[in-house]
């Protein structure tokens, strides 16, 4: 065999090195990314409490008793809309009784702006949890610009109110909705 000649050997020679250079740079990117990765989950500590905080609770959507199946596509292609988000109901219950337990939240603060639908059952499960927080000795102030009747019923148990001087509560009172439409019929029927 011949010996390769030097134009052949200097490009092989200049291919290696990139080659080489190329792999080189690809693992100190992944190593990069490695560290990265885990600086952001277990290297960093999380910033200490305060000694004192409330709870911020804010339910965004409807409060469900179970969630509705998503489809995968849809929920890959558009971007849900707050009005389609739902909140477990036993999520918001046990969170209201974690806080009532736990020493350094003093108060609670409901933001129920965002909450879309509850119904008067639920509604009601939640104020039961709110009388155990404030049971504990721990105030409770709902904030809102503009409230709903299912909004301003559970903030109803709230030691104090708070709306914006150009807000609202629109109460159109709940006995408007009949639970059955069977007895919204009869009572629309006419005799003849």
């Known amino acids: 065999m011949s010996k390769p000649s030097f134009l052949r050997r200097f490009i092989g020679g200049i291919w290696n090195t990139i080659t080489r250079v190329r792999i080189a740079v690809m693992n100190l990117l992944f190593l990069g990314l490695v560290a990265v990765i885990y600086f952001a989950f277990v290297g960093a500590t999380p910033e200490p409490l305060p000694e004192k905080a409330a709870l911020w609770l804010n339910p965004v959507g409807s409060i ?3 969630k509705h199946p998503v489809d995968p596509l849809q929920a890959v292609l ?3 809309s ?3 988000h ?4 036993r999520d918001v219950i046990e969170a209201i009784d974690f806080a009532r337990e736990d020493p350094g939240i003093n108060s609670m603060v409901l933001e129920l702006s965002g909450l879309m639908s509850v119904g008067i059952s639920r509604s009601m499960e939640i ?3 709110l009388e155990r ?3 504990a000795g721990k105030p409770v102030v709902a904030v809102g610009d503009y409230y709903t009747q299912s909004q301003y019923l559970l903030a109803s148990y709230a030691d104090e109110v708070i709306a914006h001087p150009m807000g609202g509560v629109a109460l159109e009172g709940f006995a408007a909705y009949y639970n059955y439409f069977a007895e919204a019929l009869d009572k629309l029927s006419v005799s003849v």
């Open 82 to 84: 707050p009005a389609e």
């Open 133 to 135: 927080f404030q049971g």
């Open 64 to 66: 469900v008793d179970e």
């Open 127 to 129: 104020a039961a949890a």
């Open 86 to 89: 739902e909140v477990l109901l």
């Open 78 to 80: 558009v971007e849900p």
